[in-house]
C-alpha cells in the first residue's frame, strides 16, 4: 500500500527522527510542504553534503545525491528520484544541478529549490574564482604554470574519453553514426554555429522518431517502474501540495525568472553601455545557457571558439585549462564559464584593476548561466509528468546527443592541436578551415601526460579526479625541469 502524504511519517518518533524530523513536526498541517518537517539544521547539513561531494561530472554528483537525500534521509523514494531525473535529462544545463533544485523544490516549495540549487554551486563558484586569480596574477610562476600545465593535457584525455562515453549511450546505428560525424565535419571545418547544429539535429530526431521511432528513440530515461516504491520514506510516488501547474502560475514563474534573467543585462546595458564588456559577457553566456543540450561538454566548443575567436577574451590553449580548473572542483562542468567570465573582463577592465573586473565578470557569467535552470525546474516541474512521456521529445533528445558526440570530438582534436603543439597554421580550401600542426613544435612531455591519463581512465582503475590531480603534480615537475615557463 502506497504511503499517504502526512501519514508516513506517523508510525514511528524514531523514523521520523531518522529524517531529521521532530516528533511533534510529524502531524504538520495538510498545506505544507513535506520537507517543512524536516529539521533546519539538518536540511542544510544534507545540501551542503551533496555540495562538498559533487565531483566527478553528472554521473558522480546525482549518485552522492541519490546516496544522501534517498539512501541515508530517507527524505525522497526511488521512483519520485528517477521522475526527477528523467524530467532533468531533457532540460539545457547541468543536469545535476536541476536535479537538487527539483528535489529542494518538491519538499520544501520555490525556497527549498533555491536553497538546494544554489548551494550545489557555491563550493566550485569559490573554488573556480580563487583558480582564476591564480591563473591570471600568477601564471608565470614556476608551480603554477606547472600545475595549469599538466592539467591541460591531461583535460585532452578526459575530454577524449567524454566522446566515448556519450557515443556508447546513443550511437547504436547508422543514423547517429551519420548524424555525429555531420556535426563534427559542420563546427570543425566549416565553424558552422553550434545552435544551429543543435536545431538541425533536434528537427532531424523530432521528424525521425515520427517514421522510424526505432531508430530515433534511443536515449531512454531511467525505468522508474523497475523499482520497488519506498514505505518509510518522506515522499514517495504519492501527490505532493506543491502548487497547481496552471497558465497563471506559470507566466507568474516565467515573468520573474526572466525579469531576474535578463534584468541586470538591462541594467549593465543602461549604465555601461551596450558595448561594454559586461553585456557581451552576459548576453554570451545567456546564450549558451539554452544550448547545453547532452551536457557541458556540448557547448564548451562553441564557448571556447566563440571566447578565442570572436571575442579575444582567451588564447587558444588557455581554455583547456579552465575546463580542468571545473574537472577538478566540486560543482557542474559548466561553471567553467566563470573562468571565460573572469579572463575577458581581466585583460579588458576599463575603469575598474584587473582584478575586480575579472570578479565582476566572472558573476556576471555565473549569474545569467545558472537563473535559467532554476527557471526550466520552476516553470516546467509541475507539468513533469505530461511532459516526460512524449516519445517525440526522447527521439529529439537522442538526435542531439548523436551531434553532440561530434561537437565534442571537435573540441577534443581543437584542445589537442592547441595544446601538444607550438606551432599551428590555419588555411582556407573550398570554405574549409584546415588546421595543419608543425610537428617539429610538439610538446613530448604532454603527449605523455595525456596518454597516460587516457590509459588510466580507459582502465578505470582511478577518477578523473585523481588523474587530473596526478597530471597536474607531473606538470609542476616538469616545469621546475626544464626551468620554468617560456
Known sequence: MKPRLHNDVEGSSAAAESRGISAADADADADEPPGSRIAQKDWLAAWTTVAANSFGGPAGQIAVMHDEIVERRRWVGEQRFLHALNYCMLLPG????????????????????????????????????????????YGDVTWVAGLFYGISAAVIAVVAYAVVRIGRRVIKNSVMLAIAVAAFVAIFFFTVPFPFIVLAAGVTGLVGGIYRPDVFNLIVGHDEQSVSNDEDVLVGDQDVNVGRPTVARSLRVLTAGLVLWFGPVVALAVALGSQSIYVDVAEFFSTAAVLTFGGAYSVLAYISQESVNTYGWLEPGEMISGLGMAETTPGPLIQVVQFVGFMGPYRSPGTLSPLWAGVAGSVVATWVTFIPSFLWIFLGAPFVEHLRGRPSLTSALSAITAAVVGVVLNLAVWFALFTLFGEVDVSERFGAILYQPNLSTIDVPALLIAVGAGVALISRKLTTLQVVAIAAAIGIVVQFATGGPA
Open 94 to 137: 547541468p543536469e545535476a544541478q536541476q536535479l537538487a533544485t527539483y528535489l529542494g523544490w518538491l519538499l520544501r516549495g520555490p525556497m527549498g529549490g533555491l536553497l538546494a540549487g544554489s548551494l550545489f554551486i557555491l563550493p566550485g563558484f569559490v573554488s573556480i574564482m580563487v583558480l582564476s586569480i591564480l591563473f591570471a596574477a
